[in-house]
């Protein structure tokens, strides 16, 4: 106790990283806010300012396909365009060290990537913003070659199936992707020690995958501004702003 007692939350956080033999990090929109992406459920979120258009009402009201591409194309969500702030990078530098296996996100920014985790390694349980797929073959499209369709109001559909195109987010309502989901559930099987990054920890599926590994003997740790609802079966709970956290963290390893 007395040589804990001694220890900054940083020394904690780093000695149980340098303790551990294979991390599984789970982020949330905390991790992002600090690049200045809103969050979802808060006051002033995305979701207090606009409702949600249903997986459901996408594919069957050319009208709200019509709003959700405007949302795209305006930036209303502000999902996209935002740059990694250093909590990224430090957790960049955390998979480039091999301590880091991957990175489990609710996140549809892409700022894992463009910080450098590698594609193979980031985890996206809820879809990314930064491209569209067709709904019914996959095909990818970058955002900015349906931009002149949205223009047009055309109706934006696959060139290849004719298939409905939509952002590659999981939207309310629409199944989430099962690959995804087993390959997340598998890294909290395997890792030793389970590090949760700006996530309130309430959507679920999502949120049982800290649980899973917690459950299967894993260390826990959850860094979060706010409490979470998981935070009694934590191993250590952090109430920090990620970046500077994360970068003292580096220091210490």
Not at 79 to 99: D, F, M
Not at 116 to 138: F, M, R, W
Not at 182 to 210: F, H, K, N, Q, W
Request: proline share 4%; net charge negative.
């Amino acid at each position: 106790m007395g040589y804990f007692s001694e220890m900054t939350d940083a020394d904690i956080l780093a000695h149980m990283i340098r303790s551990a033999h294979r991390v599984a990090v789970f982020t949330g929109a905390g991790i992002s806010t600090e690049s200045g992406i809103p969050d979802f459920r808060s006051p002033g979120g995305v979701w207090s300012k606009m409702k949600p258009i249903m997986f459901q009402d996408f594919v069957g009201s050319r009208d709200k396909r019509r709003e959700a591409w405007t949302r795209v194309f305006n930036r209303t969500a502000g999902w996209t365009g935002a740059s990694p702030n250093a909590g990224h990078y430090a957790l960049a530098e955390l998979v480039r060290s091999g301590k880091v296996a991957s990175v489990i996100t609710q996140n549809v920014d892409n700022l894992h990537q463009d910080s450098g985790v590698p594609d193979g390694q980031v985890i996206e349980i809820h879809g990314n913003a930064s491209y569209a797929k067709c709904l019914t073959c996959s095909k990818r499209y970058e955002l900015e070659d349906l931009r002149h369709r949205w223009e047009a109001d055309d109706d934006i559909t696959c060139i290849f199936c004719t298939g409905l195109i939509k952002t590659a987010t999981i939207s309310f309502g629409q199944a989430m992707p099962e690959a995804e989901m087993e390959r997340a559930t598998e890294e909290a099987s395997l890792c030793d020690l389970m590090l949760v990054l700006g996530s309130s920890l309430v959507v679920y599926p999502a949120a049982g995958i800290p649980l899973l590994a917690k459950r299967l003997g894993a260390q826990f740790a959850i860094i979060n501004r706010e409490p979470t609802d998981q935070d009694p079966y934590a191993d250590l709970v952090l109430n920090a702003e990620i970046g500077p956290l994360m970068t003292n963290v580096l220091e210490r390893l």
